[in-house]
């Protein structure tokens, strides 16, 4: 369940709550089912604030697993693009240092 629907779910429990102990609040005894209805939505609060909690640090691991592989396979693409211009730098070198070689001779 995303933090939308358990949000959503969270607010539209707490209005029926309140609303139920409006509704009751002309008996005389409605004290206890306020204090019950109220530590009712209380908990179904404080479940889903974990529920979101949980969900965020889910969500925050996957990116950020996703940024170190990113991380790695750039720096490792880096890596390997430098060596290959080193050898070719070192190619053509070699090729140059070469021709001179068989002009000068």
């Known amino acids: 369940m995303n933090g939308k629907k358990i949000?959503?779910?969270?607010f539209a429990c707490?209005?029926?709550a309140v609303f139920g102990a409006a509704a009751q609040s002309q008996d005389s005894s409605a004290?206890?089912?306020i204090k019950q209805d109220a530590k009712a939505?209380?908990?179904g609060v404080?479940?889903?604030a974990r529920d979101?909690?949980?969900a965020?640090?889910?969500v925050a691991k996957k990116v950020g697993h996703g940024a170190k592989e990113a991380g790695i396979g750039i720096g490792h693409g880096a890596k390997k693009a430098g060596i290959a211009v080193g050898h070719g730098a070192?190619?053509?070198?070699?090729?140059?240092?070469?021709?001179?070689k068989h002009v000068f001779d």
Not at 7 to 10: A, G, M, S
Not at 90 to 100: F, I, L, M, N, S
Request: charged share 20%; glycine share 18%.
């Open 52 to 54: 979101i909690g949980h």
């Open 46 to 48: 404080a479940d889903g």
């Open 14 to 16: 707490a209005g029926l």
């Open 90 to 100: 070192r190619e053509g070198w070699d090729a140059t240092k070469q021709a001179v």
């Open 56 to 58: 965020t640090k889910h």
């Open 31 to 33: 004290g206890p089912s």
């Open 41 to 43: 939505v209380g908990h």
């Open 7 to 10: 949000v959503t779910l969270l």
